[in-house]
C-alpha cells in the first residue's frame, strides 16, 4: 500500500498538535503555578519613554511600563533605567520597590529618594540601575494594600482553588517585564547590551526577590533579598508564636485570614508551595546576599536558623544593627549591596565565610573561617533580654582582634539571667572603593545552651 508523502506530513503534523496540547492541559499544581503564570501568553506588556532626569553623571530614563493583565487589572509601573556616563558591564542591578496606582496608571513620582543613592551605585559600579515602582500596582479592590492585599489574595485562592490569585505571582511578573524592558531600552538608547541581573528589594519586594530566582530565568545572576525573614513559612511562624506568645502584629492581615495558623492544612500546605520561597529551594543555587535588620519587628532574631542552610548556592549575610524593618534608613545596606552589585558583574569572588558555634559549661564560642582577602577588622555584636523578643534591644559591639587568621573567633560568657543574641560583622574593603561588612548568623541563647 502506498502513502502519500503528503499524508504522512499530516499525520505527523497531527500527532505533534495532539502531543503538544496534552502538554499545555497539563494540570496546574501548586508546584508549577507560578511557571504557569509567567508563561500565560499575555499579550498587554509594552514600555514607553516619558521622560528622563540628570543626577550628576548619571543620566536616568523614566519609563511607563505595562508588564501585564493579571485577573481584571492592567498593571502599569514607573519604571528608571540609571546610566552612569561609563558602562564597563553587561549586569544590571534591578530594584523593587512599591508605590500606587490610580485608575491603572502609576502614580508618577518627580522626584524620589532611591535615585540619588541607586544612581550613585550605577556611576560607582559603571553599570546600569534600574528602579521598578508600583510592585504591586495598588490599592486593589477597593482599598487593598500591601500585607492586607497579598492577604486577600491568598484567601481568594483558598475559596476558589484559582492558581492565578497569588499577588506574588504578578509582583515576579512585573520584575521579569522590568527584566526585558531594561534590555530593550538600554540596546535602543545606549546601544548597550544587559545580559545579566542583580535583582534585589525590601519586604514583599524581598519576597518578589527571592521568587525571580526560582522560575529558571538565567538573566537572574544573583539576588540581595532584605528584611524578608520568613523562608520555610510552617517552621519560621511557629517558631515566632512559639518564642512570642503570639504572632507580631506586623503580620495581623494574614493571622485575621487564618493563613499562619493553617500551614499544616491541605490550603495552607498548598500556599506554601506557591509562594514560600524554600519550596523552591532547589532552584535557588545564585549567589545571594540576604539583609536583615537586627530588630526588625517582623520577625524572631535568628528565624533564619529554619533555613539558610538548606539553601543552596553561595549564600552572605548582611545585619544591619539596632535597625528595624527600614534597616535605619538604608546607608549601611546600600554600601554593602553596591559591594555585592560590583563583585557580582565584575565576575570577582565573594568574600564567602562558614562558621560554627562552639559550647562549654561556660560559654559560647563563634568560630568563623574568613576569606581574608580585603579584609579591614571583625565586630562581635551582642545583646541580652531578660526574654526572647529582642525586638526593642540596644545592640553592643566590641572590635575582635585579627591574630589567627583565617579563623576568627568570638567568645561570650552565658548570661547570668535571661538571654542573649549575638553575631560577627567582618568588614571588607569594596573593590569599588569604600567598606561593607558582611555577617554570621545571629545566634541566640540561654543560661546553658544555644538555642
Known amino acids: 500500500m502506498h502513502i502519500s508523502p503528503q499524508k504522512i506530513g499530516l499525520f505527523l503534523a497531527f500527532c505533534i498538535a495532539t502531543l503538544a496540547s496534552s502538554f499545555a492541559q497539563s494540570p496546574i499544581t501548586p508546584q508549577t503555578a507560578l511557571k504557569s503564570y509567567l508563561a500565560n501568553k499575555d499579550k498587554t506588556y509594552q514600555w514607553e519613554l516619558k521622560d528622563s532626569t540628570t543626577l550628576g553623571s548619571v543620566k536616568a530614563y523614566h519609563l511607563l511600563l505595562t508588564s501585564q493583565k493579571w485577573r481584571e487589572y492592567t498593571w502599569r509601573h514607573q519604571l528608571t533605567v540609571f546610566i552612569p556616563s561609563e558602562t564597563k558591564y553587561d549586569g544590571a542591578l534591578l530594584f523593587i520597590t512599591g508605590g500606587s496606582n490610580k485608575a491603572e496608571q502609576p502614580n508618577w513620582s518627580q522626584a524620589d529618594g532611591l535615585w540619588a543613592p541607586l544612581a550613585g551605585i550605577a556611576d560607582k559600579n559603571k553599570g546600569i540601575v534600574a528602579l521598578i515602582k508600583q510592585v504591586p500596582n495598588q490599592p486593589l479592590y477597593g482599598d487593598l494594600t500591601e500585607d492586607a492585599l497579598i492577604s486577600y489574595t491568598l484567601h481568594q485562592f483558598k475559596k476558589d482553588k484559582d492558581y492565578s490569585w497569588p499577588l506574588l505571582f504578578p509582583m515576579v511578573k512585573s520584575a521579569v517585564k522590568a527584566m526585558d524592558a531594561v534590555q530593550e531600552f538600554s540596546k535602543q538608547k545606549a546601544k548597550i547590551g544587559v545580559n545579566s541581573f542583580v535583582v534585589t528589594g525590601a519586604s514583599k519586594r524581598g519576597w518578589t526577590t527571592w521568587l525571580s530566582a526560582a522560575i529558571d530565568d538565567p538573566r537572574v545572576k544573583a539576588i540581595a533579598p532584605m528584611v524578608i525573614d520568613m523562608l520555610n513559612m510552617p517552621a519560621t511562624l511557629n517558631y515566632q508564636f512559639q518564642t512570642y506568645g ?186 569599588n572603593g569604600g567598606t561593607y561588612t558582611t555577617s554570621t548568623r545571629v545566634y541566640v541563647s540561654d543560661g546553658e545552651k544555644v538555642l
Not at 295 to 317: F, R, S
Not at 330 to 343: D, V
Open 246 to 431: 503570639e504572632y507580631s502584629d506586623q503580620i495581623e492581615d494574614y493571622v485575621k485570614l487564618g493563613i499562619p495558623q493553617n500551614t499544616d492544612t491541605e490550603d495552607g500546605k498548598a500556599i506554601t508551595a506557591l509562594i514560600d520561597p524554600y519550596s523552591y529551594r532547589s532552584k535557588l543555587n545564585v549567589p545571594k546576599m540576604i539583609f536583615i535588620g537586627t530588630n526588625d519587628e517582623y520577625w524572631t532574631v535568628d528565624a533564619i536558623k529554619h533555613y539558610y542552610d538548606q539553601i543552596p548556592g553561595k549564600n552572605m549575610l548582611h545585619y544591619v544593627p539596632n535597625a528595624g524593618h527600614n534597616l535605619g534608613g538604608g546607608k549601611q545596606a546600600f554600601e554593602a549591596l553596591s559591594a555585592f552589585f560590583g563583585t557580582t558583574i565584575m565576575n570577582k569572588e565573594y568574600p564567602f565565610c562558614t562558621w560554627k558555634v562552639n559550647t562549654s559549661k561556660d560559654g559560647v564560642e563563634l568560630s568563623v573561617n574568613a576569606v581574608t582577602t580585603d579584609l579591614v577588622e571583625a565586630t562581635l555584636w551582642f545583646t541580652t533580654s531578660s526574654d526572647r523578643d529582642f525586638r526593642n534591644n540596644l545592640w553592643l559591639s566590641r572590635n575582635i582582634k585579627l591574630n589567627s587568621l583565617p579563623t576568627v573567633k568570638a567568645a561570650l560568657p552565658y548570661p547570668k539571667k535571661g538571654f542573649q543574641a549575638f553575631y560577627l560583622d567582618l568588614k571588607y574593603k569594596d573593590p
